[in-house]
T-cell receptor, first 114, second 113 residues
Framework: DQQVKQNSPSLSVQEGRISILNCDYT??????FLWYKKYPAEGPTFLIS?????DKNEDGRFTVFLNKSAKHLSLHIVPSQPGDSAVYFC?????????????FGQGTELSVKP | ETGVTQTPRHLVMGMTNKKSLKCEQH?????MYWYKQSAKKPLELMFV???????ENNSVPSRFSPECPNSSHLFLHLHTLQPEDSALYLC????????????FGDGTRLSIL
C-alpha cells in the first residue's frame, strides 16, 4: 500500500511558465514533508521542506503548499527554467524528529521546454 | 571532497559473487542510510545507522549485510544476490537520524546476471 503517491509520471511545461507538481498522501499522521530533485546519473538533491504546522514555505522560485485536510502537497516552480528538467520526488514522514523514516513517492519527470 | 560519495558507480555481478558497495560522507553527519530504488518504484529505505549503530533494518534479506565502521563510512556487503536485486542503491546522510534533510550520493547501479 503506497502511502505517498505522485499520480503524474511526467509533466511538460514551457520555459517561463509555472510548473506545478502534485503529491498525495494517505497517512494523516505525517507531519514533515520534503521535495527532492534528481538528475539522471545523480542522487536526489534536497529542494525544500515543510512541517505540518505550516501551509506554505517559499525558497526563491520554489514554493511548497500543504493542504492537510486534502492530504495534498504541491511544489510550484515559477518561472520554470530548462535546468529544472529533472525527476521530482516528494517524501513524507511521521514523527521525523523522533526518528520517523521518510516515505517517498514514485516521482514526476518534469520537462521544461525552451 | 564534499558531500556523499559512493563507489563504484556501476557494478555487474553474478549471483554467486561477493561484492561491497562503499559510501563516504564529508558533511560531519552522524546518521547514514542505505536506500534501494528499483525501476518505476519509490525509494525504499533499507538500513539506518546512527553513530555507527544500526537503528533500523527495514526487513531486508540477509544477503544484504551493512557495515558502519565509523560515522563517515558505510558499506553494503552483497552475497548470493538474485536478479530482482538489480537496482540503484543510494546512500544518504543526515545530521542525526531524522534531523534535517538527508543528503544523497549519486548511487551505485547494480546489475545481477
Amino acid at each position: 500500500d503506497q502511502q505517498v503517491k505522485q499520480n503524474s509520471p511526467s509533466l511538460s511545461v514551457q520555459e517561463g511558465r509555472i510548473s506545478i507538481l502534485n503529491c498525495d498522501y494517505t497517512n494523516s499522521m505525517f507531519d514533515y514533508f520534503l521535495w527532492y530533485k534528481k538528475y539522471p546519473a545523480e542522487g536526489p538533491t534536497f529542494l525544500i521542506s515543510i512541517s505540518s504546522i505550516k501551509d506554505k514555505n517559499e525558497d526563491g522560485r520554489f514554493t511548497v503548499f500543504l493542504n492537510k485536510s486534502a492530504k495534498h502537497l504541491s511544489l510550484h516552480i515559477v518561472p520554470s527554467q530548462p535546468g529544472d528538467s529533472a525527476v521530482y520526488f516528494c517524501a513524507a514522514s511521521r514523527g521525523y524528529n523522533q526518528g520517523g523514516k521518510l516515505i517517498f513517492g514514485q516521482g514526476t519527470e518534469l520537462s521544461v521546454k525552451p | 571532497e564534499t558531500g556523499v560519495t559512493q563507489t563504484p558507480r556501476h557494478l555487474v555481478m553474478g549471483m554467486t559473487n561477493k561484492k561491497s558497495l562503499k559510501c563516504e560522507q564529508h558533511l560531519g553527519h552522524n546518521a547514514m542510510y542505505w536506500y534501494k530504488q528499483s525501476a518505476k518504484k519509490p525509494l525504499e529505505l533499507m538500513f539506518v545507522y546512527s553513530l555507527e549503530e544500526r537503528v533500523e533494518n527495514n526487513s531486508v534479506p540477509s544477503r544484504f549485510s551493512p557495515e558502519c565502521p565509523n560515522s563517515s563510512h558505510l558499506f553494503l556487503h552483497l552475497h548470493t544476490l538474485q536478479p530482482e536485486d538489480s537496482a540503484l542503491y543510494l546512500c544518504a546522510s543526515s545530521q542525526e537520524p531524522a534531523v534535517g534533510p538527508q543528503h544523497f550520493g549519486d548511487g551505485t547501479r547494480l546489475s545481477i546476471l
